[in-house]
Structures are given as C-alpha cells and as structure tokens.
C-alpha cells in the first residue's frame, strides 16, 4: 500500500461520493430505514429471558450486532468488490488519495447509516420494548465505535477473496454466522459449555459484544472487559496486515 497519511478531507469527499451511489440505490435505501424496526419485533419472538427487561437488553444488544455485521461488514464487502470490478479502486489510486483513505471513505457512509439504524434501534426499542436505559453509555458507545473499524477492515480482507458481487453473499456468511451463533448475539456465552464458551470469547466479534453488552447491562469484571478490549485489538492488528498484504485494487482475472 502507499503513503497511509490520512487526510480528512480527502476521505470526506470519497464518503460524500459513496453515499450519493448508495441514496441512488432505493430498495438499499428502504431497507436501511426498516431494518432496525424489522429487527426489534424478530429479535423479540426469537430471545428468551428471566425477565422483561433481560428480554428487551438481549433483544436490543443482539440488534446492535446484527445492524453492524449487515451494514457495515456485509454492505462493504460487496461495496469494495463492485467498486473493485468497476475500477473505481484503480483510478482512485492513481491520484493523491492514499490506500488507507480510499478504503475509509468508502467505508465512511457504511458506517454513518449502521450509527443512525442503532440510534434508530435504540429509540424504536425502547417505545416498543419498554427497555432499560444502558448503564453505561459510553462503554457501550465504545464497543459501537470499536466494531466499525474491525469490520470494515474484515469487510476490505473478505473482498480480497470474493470473485464479484454475486458472490458476496456466499463469502461473508462463515462469519455471519459464526458470529451470530457464537458471539452473544442471540445465546449467552454462559450457557455453552465452559470449553464452547472459551472458544466463543476469542472470536472477532466477541469482544465487541462483550463492550456492547457490559455498556447496556453492566454486571462484567474489569478483568473481563479489558480482554474483551484486548481481544478486539489482536484482531485489528491481524486483519489490517492481512489487508495491506491480500487486498487486491484489481478485477479479478
């Protein structure tokens, strides 16, 4: 990759252009403005609970997560691949912008729609739910603002091996699912088995979850909450070499 200098501007006007070809898309559009509704009512018939209340915290949490893994890791792998087999990635790359810019501007308007769907959730939740207020809100807002760059980097390594668009759908669902089933989203890591349950801890997204659902609920040791941090971290580092090594800025040949 060339000079990684991050120019702010630069990245906001790579934003401002991704976002125009996403409002031009309207069945994308009318979907991102129903999900968080759509996800409310299917959460709640799916999660279980003691309580009301721990009914509504998992059903709104394992919405959060579900917002991000759809929007931004989803929604930019196939955003990476169609700009990849336009060329768009190609020609940007010949001017100023430097790789870390491009790769951020495009996730930029990924990442401002998944803000809005769970400001959306939270607010939908809460009317429909009656949910608790979170505890504490600024862990939980950084383990919101930590997934956003662990998935978009994830998103840029999955693109790396996905052939086009059509097969977008097939490449991102090992971690979707991963995810989904191991990660907190819709079971609790308590109630796996102790061996499941260690295993499930070092999954990518398991200590975004954790942060998420320590911010909401409260009750997770400092000792648990700094490796669900350092967890987070490792696969940052990991997945941001891996795309300065595997990304690919060309179509596919």
Known sequence: MNNPTLNPARIAALGRSELTLLVRNRAALSVALLMPAVLVFTLRATVRGDSAAAVAEATLTGG???????????NLVSAYVARREELVLKRLRTGEAADVEILAGSALPSAAIALAQIAALVVAGAAVLDAPMPQNPALLLAGIL???????????????????VETAGLTTMPLFLVTALGS??????????????????????????????????????GYDLLGAALTSLAWMIVTVFAV??????????
Not at 148 to 160: C, K, Q
């Open 146 to 164: 930590g997934a956003l760059p662990l998935l978009a980097s994830m998103a840029a390594l999955t693109s790396s091996f996905t052939r086009n």
């Open 244 to 253: 300065q090594r595997r990304f690919r800025w060309e179509p596919r040949r």
């Open 64 to 74: 959060i997560g579900m917002v991000l893994l759809l929007v931004v890791y989803m």
């Open 184 to 221: 907190g989203l819709f079971v609790r890591a308590d109630v796996l088995p102790d061996v499941v349950a260690s295993v499930c801890e070092l999954l990518p997204l398991s200590g975004v979850m954790t942060l998420i659902r320590a911010g909401w609920s409260g009750g997770v040791a």
